[in-house]
């Protein structure tokens, strides 16, 4: 029987999800289809997926909470950040999972070994990847412009300072969180600590995917190695793809939904 899944946010538009899934159901000759949902009301989110008749879907900004609380169960990383984007029906139960994190995790493995990190502001996305990123060992600090967000990072253990409390040392990767860059020309932190940060880091990382950002032309300036966040965008993919179907990743998945990506 044919089985459908769905991208659930707002707004769901520009997601790239459903062409990545479609083109690995399509590759793997699977009855099943993968589609985007606009929803205005993030309580109403357990609703919709068992109303749509889901077998699968992931959750985008701003629901990841949303999805959090109303899932049955709540399953890895996903307790610890308190977000998910990834929910599979079983036995007609909501099981909510968090693949953002190890999806970065595995975007990031060409910079392995890594000892030192700096992520740099204090959102969902920093939280999923910081998390990740300390059970992988690595040693996190946190800065963030401003003190409210970072009040929600006390409990792990993080070095945390704010743009004011902050002094700029080595670290192997820096990665941008930040939404700096996205839709302006801004860099997420003032240039002259930028300009320490990057003079002394092996790596960085920006989320952003879809243009280079203020912050990357830096690191080109710097000479850094750098990736932007379309592996992390692919592979948070393919791993909701295994849990939503069972198949595990290999060359030929990630060809497919690397094909799909690049449509756009
Ligand atoms: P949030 O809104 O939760 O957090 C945004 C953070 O950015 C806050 O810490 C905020 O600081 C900071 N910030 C915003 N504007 C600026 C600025 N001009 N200068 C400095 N700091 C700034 O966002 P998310 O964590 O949900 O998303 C962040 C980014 O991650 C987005 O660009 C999103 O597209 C991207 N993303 C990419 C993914 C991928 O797969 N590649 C997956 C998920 C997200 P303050 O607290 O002071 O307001």
Not at 19 to 36: C, G, P, V, W
Not at 132 to 148: C, F, L, P, T
Not at 201 to 209: L, R, S
């Amino acid at each position: 029987m044919r089985k459908y899944y769905a991208i659930i946010g707002k707004p769901v538009s520009h997601s790239s999800s459903p062409r990545m899934h479609n083109s690995a159901f399509e590759k793997l000759k699977m009855d099943s289809i993968y589609t985007r949902y606009l929803l205005n009301d993030g309580a109403e989110l357990k609703k919709k997926f068992l109303s749509l008749g889901l077998s699968g879907a992931n959750v985008t900004v701003p629901y990841k909470e949303d999805a959090f609380n109303q899932c049955d169960e709540v399953m890895g990383i996903a307790k610890d950040i308190k977000a998910v984007n990834t929910i599979i029906l079983n036995d007609k139960k909501l099981i909510g999972y968090n693949t953002d994190a190890p999806g970065f995790m595995q975007s990031i493995k060409e910079f392995y070994p890594l000892k030192s990190a700096l992520i740099l502001g204090a959102g969902g996305t920093a939280k999923a990847i910081s998390l990740a990123m300390k059970k992988n060992g690595i040693y996190v600090s946190v800065v963030n412009r401003s003190e409210k967000r970072l009040k929600a990072f006390d409990a792990y253990g993080f070095d945390l300072f704010t743009w004011d409390s902050f002094t700029p040392k080595s670290y192997d990767i820096i990665v941008n969180t930040t939404s700096a860059g996205l839709n302006d020309d801004s860099l997420p932190m003032p240039k002259n600590m930028l300009d320490k940060l990057l003079s002394n880091a092996k790596f960085a990382f920006d989320v952003i995917y879809h243009k280079d950002t203020p912050f990357i032309k830096m690191c080109k300036d710097y000479n850094v190695t750098y990736k932007n966040g379309k592996d992390m965008l692919l592979y948070q993919g393919v791993l909701a793809f295994e849990l939503f179907t069972g198949v595990a990743q290999d060359d030929s998945l990630i060809c497919a939904f690397r094909d799909g990506l690049e449509l756009g």
